[in-house]
């Protein structure tokens, strides 16, 4: 197999390393995540410049046509600063729905703006009985005439205070985990009857809980099948997935490199603490840990774009529930190793792991993964 | 062996049942346990008081009750026991964390004073403490252990500053102190001078004990099943889900038997009489306690599911309208972040290792 980069994928990844190490070190962070709205429009508008929202958008819809890779390399540098900004809502999840579910008019209405950082988009699917289940929805779209009508609560909607456009899951028809009768659809967030609160969450970003009330939505809302849109929203969500294993192989290896930094500055006994043994291991224990999660992120990324939505669904599992329980151990590891500095919010490394400990919440937790993988019958295939 | 098995850290790490009070951080007062849960120690829970912390009189009152003068005793122990002074720990420095005698506070003898200089750091609850017990440098030229002395100080003498470290969680527990030409009395030195190393490991040997917290963690478990009982999962409350279940079952066996090596520990003690030197067997309690810690801060996060993700911060006015985000959810994810220091400080675990190694097993 072939992991190297292409050229124009090295320069990708080695411009926009560049751009954030120049731009966005850990004091710029601080200040951006003390603003009001909890991030940096600088840096968004930065971001749009170099291309990154445009990158995964077919050429003809006015992207650049760029494939999980791309992805893969902006979300892991995005990762290591710990950006702040809402490109995984917007360009990830919200992008998502726009590539793999938009009709022709819905994506020639709505990419371009996308892609020049002038709208944002999240995605409302949480609901207070939901946790990790996306059968589960009982926000409801009543059909009004040519449109629908929204009613429901959703909660943590990532990014959904600054989003402009939010696309929503409702039940068009069936029961709470049914699989079919989900449908998705577009909603203004300015529009009657929609109210959010926004609010910072615990790893500095920012989310909202979202409340419909007899949201009027048109039919250009609907994204895909009204009555059958949960398939869709698997496939945004395994994207989301990958897209997020990169992030978090990014944070994981910036733990990690302060960390061992760390080990070598940092004395005690009259030595560098990276002089003992036990230290030493964890700390190699760690960078297994690393790149056992880059692999399966790269599986994940090679299967993102995959039509077989079981093999895909599988691939998503494993590198969800491998840097779930691969990132607590390096967050945890991290933060032990710098003792007491380590505890502390003024330094970066607590943000790394408070990041990676939301990372695995996102979409469903190392257990919830686990125990789907399971279900679903592994990876490997029982001997004949 | 006795039928008892209910225990809590105050029979178990020698502390008078009445210098145990808790600090309530929300209402800045200072209230007896009794009054919060009868009969149990310690709770870190979520809801809407985020975490009731000990104070730190239980460390020192031992220390004065077996190495301090009479008048020590007379002065210190009845307000120690009725919480009218409150004591911090200043034992860290920035240089000298698990190296704790390569300390550099230095402390001269001038006539009836000594004259202190340096900076201590990680300094728990020093912002409303009135007393600050410090290890002090006193001989340079003599071994690092053997110059060490064990001084109580009065944290409103002229030239001590306070100032406030946030912690990951977004708390406000710990503080840098600096020391600059502090003058304390010579009859605040506990026991000798320079031997108060020995005293200090006396103290930490109770410290690590007390540290174990297994009465705090029954507590969590029982909040754990209490609040996995109305989260739902699939369908179904998730303390139904097997694998959830068979997650906490692992931690409480761990709680179980460690709750009984605790009452070895204390049996074995008592037994031996007090020799002014820890067991090293305290260290066991220090290793398991804080990691069983560390699991049921973990597994109550994940009791919130999504609902983890909210930072709320205690008190925000603009949540007083309902919510779906459950009001026991916001505190998990920082009582997670923040227990993460168990295995940290009071000797980190690593050293607790490096101890059993040497002590037990003569490694
Ligand atoms: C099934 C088997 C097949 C083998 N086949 C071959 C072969 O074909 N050819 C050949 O040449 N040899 C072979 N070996 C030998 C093998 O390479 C040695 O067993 C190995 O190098 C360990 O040496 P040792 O057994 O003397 O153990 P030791 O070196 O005495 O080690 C004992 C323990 O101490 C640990 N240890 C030692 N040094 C350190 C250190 N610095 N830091 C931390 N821990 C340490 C070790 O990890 C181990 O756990 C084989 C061994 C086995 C078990
Ligand atoms: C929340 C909190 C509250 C605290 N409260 C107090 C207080 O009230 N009063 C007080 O005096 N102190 C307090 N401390 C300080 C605490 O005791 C120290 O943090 C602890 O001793 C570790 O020291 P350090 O932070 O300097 O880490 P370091 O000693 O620098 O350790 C860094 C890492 O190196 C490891 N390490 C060090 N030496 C060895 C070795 N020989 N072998 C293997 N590994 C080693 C450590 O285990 C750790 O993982 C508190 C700390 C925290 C986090």
């Known amino acids: 197999m072939d992991f190297d980069l292409t050229e124009e994928q090295s320069i990708l990844k080695d411009s926009l390393d560049r751009l954030l190490a120049d731009t966005y070190a850990f004091e710029e962070r601080k200040r951006h995540m003390a603003s009001a709205e909890g991030w940096s429009a600088e840096a968004w508008n930065r971001y749009a410049e ?20 791309e992805t893969m390399i902006v979300m892991e540098a995005l990762g290591k600063a710990l950006a702040l900004e809402p490109y995984f809502a917007t360009v990830i999840l919200g992008g998502g729905f726009l590539r793999l579910g938009g009709s022709a008019e819905q994506r020639s209405e709505l990419v371009s703006g996308v892609a020049d950082g002038s709208v944002k988009l999240a995605f409302a699917h949480t609901e207070r009985n939901s946790r990790f289940d996306l059968v589960r929805v009982e926000t409801t779209a009543r059909k009004d005439g040519d449109g629908w009508v929204l009613s ?21 028809g069936g029961e709470a985990d049914d699989e079919t009768g989900i449908g998705i659809f577009l909603v203004d967030a300015n529009a009657e009857g929609v109210s959010r609160r926004g609010y910072a969450t615990q790893d500095g970003l920012r989310a909202a809980e979202l409340t419909l009330e007899n ?10 099948d009204p009555s059958d849109a949960l398939p869709l929203v698997r496939r945004v969500v395994d994207q989301a997935i990958a897209a997020l294993s990169a992030e978090a192989v990014g944070v ?39 790149e056992q999660a880059r ?40 933060i032990q190793i710098h003792g007491g500095v380590g505890m502390t919010m003024e330094y970066a490394v607590g943000h790394y792991f408070k990041r990676m400990t939301m990372i695995d919440v996102a979409f469903g937790n190392t257990d919830h993964h686990m125990r789907a993988l399971a279900r679903a019958g592994g990876l490997f295939s029982a001997a004949a | 062996m006795s039928s008892a098995t209910e225990t809590d850290n105050v029979t178990a790490s020698n502390v008078h049942p009445n210098s145990l009070r808790v600090y309530n951080t929300l209402t800045k007062q200072k209230e007896p346990f009794e009054t919060l849960i009868p009969g149990k120690v ?24 077996t190495f301090g003068s009479e008048e020590q005793k007379k002065r210190f122990l009845p307000r120690i026991a009725n919480l009218d002074d409150w004591w911090c720990q200043g034992f860290s420095e920035p240089g000298a964390g698990s190296d704790l005698a390569s300390l550099k506070t230095r402390a001269v003898r001038e006539g009836d004073h000594y004259v202190v200089n340096g900076q201590k750091t990680w300094t728990t609850l020093a912002q409303y403490a009135d007393w600050i017990f410090c290890l002090v440098r006193t001989d340079t030229e003599a071994k690092k252990q053997e110059g060490i002395s064990f001084l109580l100080i009065d944290i409103k003498t002229p030239g001590i500053e306070v100032r406030p470290i ?13 020391l600059t030409d502090v003058k304390v009395p010579v009859e605040n030195l506990v026991g000798q001078e320079n031997k108060g190393w020995d005293y200090a490991k006396f103290l930490l040997g109770n410290e690590r004990t007390n540290i174990a917290r297994i009465g705090m963690s029954k507590q969590r478990i029982a909040r754990i099943r209490e609040l996995a009982g109305k989260e739902m999962s699939s369908g179904r409350p998730l303390i139904e889900d097997e694998r959830f279940r068979e997650k906490l079952a692992a931690i409480e066996i761990d709680l179980k038997a460690l709750e009984l090596t605790q009452l070895r520990v204390v049996a074995a003690d008592a037994k031996r009489g007090n020799t002014g030197r820890p067991d090293p067997a305290s260290s066991i309690l220090k290793i398991k306690g804080s990691e069983i810690q560390q699991a049921t801060t973990h597994l109550l996060m994940e009791v919130m599911g999504p609902y983890a993700v909210p930072y709320i911060p205690e008190h925000d006015d603009r949540w007083n309208e309902p919510s779906e985000v459950p009001d026991y959810a916001p505190s998990a994810a920082p009582n997670y972040f923040n227990f993460r220091k168990v295995s940290i400080y009071g000797g980190s675990n690593e050293i607790q290792k490096n101890i059993i190694a040497k002590a037990v097993l003569g490694l």
């Open chain 1, 50 to 69: 170099m291309g990154l929202m445009a990158l995964p958008f077919a050429e003809e819809d006015g992207g650049i046509g760029g494939g999980p890779v």
């Open chain 1, 152 to 172: 429901g609560s959703k909660s943590v909607v990532l990014h959904g205070d600054c989003a402009d456009r939010i696309f929503v899951t409702a039940r068009t």
């Open chain 1, 215 to 224: 949201v009027r939505v048109p039919a250009e809302a609907v994204y895909g």
């Open chain 1, 252 to 290: 994981m290896s910036a733990m990690h490199a302060l960390t061992v930094d760390y080990m070598k500055v940092r004395k005690q006994f009259g030595v560098p603490i990276g002089a003992f043994q036990v230290l030493q291991h964890k700390a190699v224990d760690m960078y297994v840990a690393i």
């Open chain 1, 295 to 334: 692999s399966i992120t790269l599986y994940a990324t090679m299967m993102a774009d995959s039509d077989d939505a079981a093999e895909r669904a599988k691939a998503m599992h494993a590198a969800k529930a491998e840097i779930g329980r691969g990132g607590r151990l390096v967050g945890e590891n991290a």
């Open chain 2, 42 to 65: 310690g709770i870190y829970l979520c809801g809407p008081t985020v975490y009731k912390e000990a104070h730190i009189g239980h460390m020192v009152g031992p220390v004065i009750y």
């Open chain 2, 166 to 178: 946030v912690t990951i969680d977004g708390g406000r527990e710990i503080n840098e102190v600096f």
